[in-house]
């Protein structure tokens, strides 16, 4: 298999293993998504603090998979900096994880070219020829349009481009133009939203809409809580 999609070359294309280390969440009635991190020779699992809301330890998360929900029973979860919407679980279930992956912000600039994975409203992709019946997730595009600080640690950063239900949890990546390296530094939150009139005067109201800024939170901090954490 070719290491890189058959599509023209583009800064915020993934890598085919970065498409792999992405599932899609089923809990709680509700969806959304995770990617697979390895950091002192354990496997970590990782998505949106919101997403698994009541989640606790020895309780089944379910991943969806080609043949239906596969049950993963949650060995730990933390959620490590209280102001990030960040969880990191340890599953009882060994998935795959690209190795080639970087976690930093290292190279990220204003107006960078980003990409974001996920399952926007439960959809996927049909599985890659290696994929062993996991669905590949979505690839939506924005640029970092800002940033600023957590109040207690790590960074809030907002990219102009359109968020939808179901990629809370998944990964934000960049590929550093020095490197060619693909560096992932967050983990989709939300999408910000405004009101807006509905046309119809006779019957005047406002209703919420995307306003086309997504907001995500860097990863880093809490990765570093966990490599302070004994073994």
Request: hydrophobic share 40%.
């Amino acid at each position: 298999m070719s290491d890189a999609l058959n599509l023209s070359s583009h800064a915020a294309l993934p890598r085919i293993g970065l498409l792999e280390q992405v599932f899609r969440i089923h809990h709680a009635d509700g969806m959304g998504s995770g990617f697979t991190v390895e950091l002192n020779a354990r496997q970590y699992f990782v998505t949106a603090a919101h997403v698994v809301d009541g989640l606790e330890a020895s309780n089944i998360l379910e991943l969806t998979h080609r043949d239906g929900h596969v049950p993963c029973r949650v060995l730990e979860i933390r959620k490590p900096v209280a102001d990030l919407d960040i969880a990191i679980l340890r599953l009882d279930r060994k998935l795959y994880s690209w190795p080639d992956a970087k976690y930093s912000a290292e190279g990220l600039y204003l107006g960078c070219e980003c990409g974001f994975l996920g399952f926007p409203f439960g959809m996927s992709a049909d599985g890659l020829p290696d994929s062993e019946g996991w669905p590949t997730p979505f690839l939506k595009k924005g640029c970092l349009a800002g940033s600023k600080a957590a109040s207690s640690a790590g960074r809030y950063f907002f990219l102009d481009g359109h968020n939808n239900k179901g990629f809370s949890g998944g990964p934000v990546f960049f590929v550093n133009a020095n490197t060619s390296a693909t560096h992932i530094f967050g983990v989709v939150s939300a999408f910000q939203k405004e009101a807006v009139e509905t046309e119809d005067v006779r019957t005047r109201k406002e209703i919420m809409v995307n306003a086309g800024i997504v907001e995500c939170h860097s990863i880093m901090p809490a990765l570093d809580a966990l490599k302070r954490l004994p073994e």
